[in-house]
Structures are given as structure tokens and as C-alpha cells.
């Protein structure tokens, strides 16, 4: 018999905005299976996310909360009391945080990406996240209550998913891995865990256009183990509710790929893409 409360969660959920199918995926998904919810990021633009959320949870409004934080200008400082605030929006703490706010930038060669674009998104991908990493570990030391840690990542971030164009958009990804790996280290000591989701690419990646439809398709067929690219908003929430709920409470450092194996096959694409 599943326990609900296993699943049932205090979450603060960073988001891109109503327009990432990803971020939407996870926010509905959680707050499906009875998790609540603080929306971090662009409060204008987590709108509609914030209200499908809310349509979706058990609690309704109640059990959806929204807090404003600009990923790219803020300091440690800005973020911490964004965690401040998130933490006292049910009045009880949170159980874990979920970062699934990143900046992909253009498909460019590695020699035309700009000082400004590449401290962007390391800033926005690695500096920021961070951020909330130390603020949230605080809160969960201080108040002897352990809390999981979930990154959400992508395949450009690992050795074997590597494909042309996101040298900058890569090389941070890669940086939240060993974060990833580095923070489960120091923090297990405080029961804190902290995971990673690796997933694989959907047809709305920034990789896919620039390829084109035609080939991205081909690739489907000819190359795909699971004959399909990966679903944004099917694929991925069943992995991060594991991970923040009691069932996974012995995992920590640990990075779970769900990318439908595309990036064991990344070496057969490039003959498509």
C-alpha cells in the first residue's frame, strides 16, 4: 500500500516560466500527488504555471505559492530571502527544493559565445542555484529536519550526451553535476540529500530546431532505442517526486538519467543530426 504522505511534500520549485514545458510537467505532476508548492522565479511569467498547479492540487489555491526572484541580477543575499520567504509560506518549513531553472542561450559555435552570454548562464545555471542551495541547507540544519536536493539536468551536461553548439550552456550543467556530488558529500552529515535528474532532449530544444524537423525525425526512427523523443511533461515528474519523498531516503549523491538512452546513442545521431 503506497503511503500518500510519503509523497506529500512542502516543495519550493524553481521555475523558468509558462512557456518551459519541463518546468509545467514537474509543477502539475507534484502538485497532483499532493505536494505544496512555492513557485520560484519570474512571478509574471509563472502565471499561468502557478494557476495550472493550483487547479491540479488536492488543496487548491492554498497549497500554491509564488515568490519573485530574478535568477540572472540577484546576489546570495536577494536569494536567501527568497528561500525566507518560500519558508514561511505554510508556516511550517519546507521539505525539499527542486531547481529546474536554466538558461539554454543560442545554438553558436564555442568561438562566437560573448563574455556577457557565457556569465549569464553560468550565473543563471550554476552561481544562482547554488544560491538556494546554501540558503535552503541552512534552514534544513538549523531546523534538524534533513531535506532533499534536486537538480534538474540535461544530457549536454554529461560526458556521454555531448552535441555542438551549448559549450556554455554545457560546461554549466557539467559544474551542477559535481555540485550535485560534492553537496550530497558534505551535507549527508545534516540528512540532507542531494540528487540529480539528467534528461534527455525534446523536440522544443533549442538542438532540434536548429537541426530542423526533417532531421530530428529521422533520428527518431533510425536512431532512438525508445522510438521517441523525450515528453517534457509526462517523463520526468514520477523521477523528482521519487527523489524528494521518503522512498529514496538512502540516495544521495546520485545522478538518474532520463533521457529515453539518447545519450548512449548521442555517437549514432551525429550521422542525423
Request: glycine fraction near 10%; include cysteine; hydrophobic fraction near 40%.
Amino acid at each position: 500500500m503506497v503511503d500518500a504522505a510519503a509523497y506529500a511534500k512542502r516543495v519550493l520549485l524553481t521555475c523558468n516560466g509558462d512557456g518551459d514545458a519541463v518546468s509545467r510537467g514537474v509543477a502539475t505532476s507534484l502538485a497532483r500527488h499532493g505536494c505544496r508548492l512555492v513557485l520560484v522565479g519570474d512571478e509574471g511569467a509563472l502565471a499561468a504555471t502557478a494557476e495550472e498547479a493550483r487547479r491540479c492540487a488536492g488543496g487548491g489555491a492554498a497549497a500554491v505559492a509564488v515568490v519573485g526572484l530574478d535568477f540572472e541580477a540577484c546576489d546570495e543575499t536577494a536569494a536567501g530571502a527568497a528561500v525566507e520567504a518560500a519558508w514561511r509560506c505554510f508556516g511550517d518549513g519546507l521539505d525539499a527544493l527542486v531547481n529546474c531553472c536554466s538558461y539554454e542561450g543560442e545554438v553558436q559555435d564555442c568561438l562566437s559565445i560573448t563574455e556577457d552570454d557565457y556569465k549569464k548562464t553560468m550565473k543563471i545555471n550554476v552561481t544562482t542555484p547554488w544560491f538556494l542551495i546554501k540558503a535552503i541547507a541552512k534552514r534544513f540544519r538549523d531546523a534538524q529536519s534533513g531535506g532533499s536536493i534536486v537538480c534538474l539536468t540535461q544530457i549536454i551536461g554529461a560526458e556521454r550526451g555531448l552535441y555542438p553548439g551549448a559549450a556554455a550552456y554545457g560546461t554549466s550543467l557539467g559544474a551542477v553535476h559535481q555540485l550535485v556530488r560534492l553537496s550530497a558529500m558534505e551535507l549527508g552529515k545534516h540528512k540532507i540529500r542531494v540528487n540529480a535528474v539528467c534528461r534527455g532532449m525534446h523536440l522544443r530544444d533549442k538542438f532540434p530546431v536548429s537541426v530542423g524537423e526533417g532531421k530530428a525525425e529521422k533520428a527518431t526512427g533510425e536512431v532512438m532505442p525508445m522510438g521517441r523523443w523525450l515528453d517534457p511533461e509526462k517523463d520526468l515528474a514520477s523521477t523528482v517526486l521519487y527523489l524528494i519523498s521518503d522512498d529514496s531516503r538512502f540516495m544521495t549523491g546520485t545522478t538518474i538519467y532520463v533521457d529515453g538512452a539518447q545519450s548512449i546513442v548521442r555517437p549514432r545521431m551525429r550521422s542525423f543530426m
